[in-house]
Each structure stands twice: as structure tokens, then as C-alpha cells.
């Protein structure tokens, strides 16, 4: 069955710590695919996107993730985590068959002093 | 100008009520959506308008109903909802790529 999954539920790093959430992918092609950031209550903000080309993707707040076709994988992943990168983290999909966002079941991040 | 905005922040509406929640981009996207979404859970997709009609309809209940009056605006009419159908509801715009996202609705059917 086509599914995007998050295997970690919650996460909690310590300020100043590297980050990396986990997204894996399961469809017949590549699809489009999206790193959602939600905080309590709020609407979602897109972090980053890949489509095709470079497999490292730059995104904003300093997020970046990497597209890794053999393992199926969207990994995100921050060098150094600030206390305000607290937050719901939702990794989504898009296929050419369905024009709208899939997501995962997301990631809650904890951020310790 | 990158926003999505919808109206109102907050409703709490009686099992008998009538209400509308509304949704307004000006980013010429010509795809629109409605997402439902539970405490804790990932937003599940309801409605897709692609060109101010309906494309995707996720089987969503009759209570709701989908409105797109034009390119800008969506709309989503709410009637006889049930305790269950309290949640926080999004709405989204796209052009070809990626998905904007309004603050949402947080209602609370009482």
C-alpha cells in the first residue's frame, strides 16, 4: 500500500544538539516530496521540498534534507537545535495520480535547555 | 503576498446550528483544499477544488459542504455537525509546487 511513515512519535534533543527526523516512502515512483513544521494550534509552514535534481535540499530556519532514492527516504535534519524549533514536524508527499498532500503522522520535537 | 487567510479563528457552533468557515487567497493558486485535524494527528485531506471545481471528495459527510464561489475564495458550510466533528480545520492553496496553509479554524461543536 502507498503510505508515507514517521517512525518516531516524539523526540526530545537538548538545546544546541543535532536533529534528525526520519520519513520514509512507499510508492511505485518518486513523488514530490515536503517537510511541514506546525506549531501548537497553528497552521502548517513548509520547511523544504524536493521535486528532483540535487538530493540535499536547503530549506528555511536552517532545516536542510536529504532525498535518498535506495533506501526510500526524506530524512530532515538540523546541525543545531534552537528551543524555538519545538514544534509538530510533518513529513507529506504528493503523487502525480493525487494533487494533494499525504503526510505522515508526524513527529513531536522537544527541545531541553 | 504568501497568505492564506481564514475566518473565523474560533467557532463554536450547537449540533442544530447552520455556520460557514471561510478561506481567502490572492496568490492566483487555482488548486484549494480543506483538511480536517484531530488533537494529535496529522491532517487528514476532506476536499480538493482544482479551477473552482470539485476534484476530490474524501467521502466526507453530507454535513459539510465545499464551496467555491472563485478563484479566491473557498468556502466550507457546516451544518447538523456532531461532537465528533470538533478539530482544527485547514484550509490550503497551490500553483504547481508546494501547498500554503491558512492558521485554521479551531471549532468546537458543543
Known amino acids: 500500500a502507498q503510505s508515507v511513515t514517521q517512525p518516531d512519535i516524539h523526540i526530545t534533543v537538548s538545546e544546541g544538539a543535532s536533529l534528525e527526523l526520519r520519513c520514509n516512502y512507499s510508492y511505485g515512483a518518486t513523488p514530490y516530496l515536503f517537510w511541514y513544521v506546525q506549531s501548537p494550534g497553528q497552521g502548517l509552514q513548509l520547511l523544504l521540498k524536493?521535486?528532483?535534481?540535487?538530493?540535499l535540499v536547503q530549506g528555511i530556519k536552517g532545516f536542510e534534507a536529504e532525498f535518498k532514492r535506495s533506501q526510500s527516504s526524506f530524512n530532515l535534519r538540523k546541525p543545531s537545535v534552537h528551543w524555538s524549533d519545538a514544534a509538530e514536524y510533518f513529513c507529506a508527499v504528493v503523487t502525480t495520480g493525487r494533487r494533494a498532500l499525504t503526510f505522515g503522522s508526524g513527529t513531536r520535537l522537544q527541545v531541553q535547555p | 503576498d504568501t497568505e492564506v487567510t481564514q475566518t473565523p479563528k474560533h467557532l463554536v457552533m450547537g449540533m442544530t446550528n447552520k455556520k460557514s468557515l471561510k478561506c481567502e487567497q490572492h496568490?492566483?493558486?487555482?488548486?484549494m483544499y480543506w483538511y480536517k485535524q484531530k488533537a494529535k494527528k496529522p491532517p487528514e485531506l476532506m476536499f480538493v477544488?482544482?479551477?473552482?471545481?470539485?476534484?476530490i471528495n474524501e467521502s466526507v459527510p453530507s454535513r459539510f459542504s465545499p464551496e467555491c464561489p472563485n478563484s479566491s475564495l473557498l468556502n466550507l458550510h457546516l451544518h447538523a455537525l456532531q461532537p465528533e466533528d470538533s478539530a482544527l480545520y485547514l484550509c490550503a492553496s497551490s500553483g504547481n509546487t508546494e501547498a500554503f496553509f491558512g492558521q485554521g479554524t479551531r471549532l468546537t461543536v458543543v
Open positions: 496568490m492566483g493558486h487555482r488548486a
Open positions: 524536493y521535486f528532483s535534481g540535487d538530493t
Open positions: 477544488y482544482s479551477y473552482e471545481k470539485l476534484s
